[in-house]
């Protein structure tokens, strides 16, 4: 087991894809989860050149390696981050949406760096791969198709987000969403968790989520951490 800290579109970059299992629940964050990202991120959009290094923590996200054929890109078991990683990704989706015909470049990026493996095809073409049952109402979003997205948290969530977009800054300027991509890219942080082979997926994330009442992601992060703790203190 490793855990380090890193940038949470690091997640999104390099070819490979990250697969949410099948005991994982489905995109269920609300306007509540949305905002609060939102605020978060926001919260940079007016700091100066003088405030570069300042980041925000998001928690920890857990994955290991999928056991898969040697061909394709390389995939990874999303056991703890789901709902943060997909969230993310919608958001991606509404600041390419929202950016203009001269910002060609940010675009691409986007598309083809961040949502989707640029150059493969069929599953391997997403970066994140829901539950099977999400797929239908997450594909065209990421595609970029233009064709009707279907009703789904998907939908909701990445039409608040194009809305917020559509806000003025505290001066009574348009929001640039340029802005709000580098913010992305640069402030928000996780720890990154990576299992080993050996480890059981599913034991881990019972240990991170116990069944109950909604863990505040405090308590999330906390569990991450009293968890790597055990797991590496040596046997007496």
């Known amino acids: ?23 994982q629940r489905p995109y269920t964050w609300g306007e509540r989860h949305w905002r ?6 926001l ?7 003088s405030d570069t290094k300042s980041t925000h923590f998001m928690g920890a996200v857990v994955t290991m390696p999928a056991r898969s054929v040697p061909v394709g890109v390389s995939k990874f078991l999303l056991i703890d981050g789901q709902q943060r990683l ?25 598309q083809n760096h961040y949502l989707t493996n640029d150059g493969y095809e069929g599953l391997d073409f997403f970066k994140l791969l829901p539950t099977q049952g999400d797929r239908a109402s997450y594909a065209p979003l990421v595609q970029h198709s233009g064709a009707e997205l279907p009703d789904s948290q998907f939908k909701k969530s990445y039409e ?3 809305r917020r977009l559509r806000d003025r800054d ?42 109950g009442s909604p863990l505040e992601q ?18 007496k």
């Open 218 to 235: 405090a308590d999330l992060v906390r569990n991450c951490f009293v968890f790597i703790y055990h797991a590496r203190k040596p046997a």
């Open 36 to 41: 609060t990202l939102w605020e978060d991120v």
């Open 170 to 211: 505290d001066d009574g300027n348009a929001l640039d969403a340029r802005r709000m991509l580098e913010i992305l890219e640069s402030r928000l942080m996780v720890v990154m968790i990576n299992l080993s082979d050996n480890d059981d997926p599913y034991l881990i994330f019972e240990s991170l989520n116990f069944k």
């Open 160 to 162: 608040f987000y194009r």
């Open 86 to 110: 997909t969230t993310i990704t919608i958001l991606l989706c509404a600041i390419r949406d929202t950016l203009g015909g001269e910002d060609q470049v940010p675009k691409r990026r986007i």
């Open 1 to 23: 087991m490793e855990a380090t800290p890193t940038q949470i579109i690091n997640y999104f970059s390099g070819f490979k894809q990250n697969l949410v299992p099948l005991f």
């Open 43 to 49: 919260a940079f959009y007016g700091s100066g050149s």
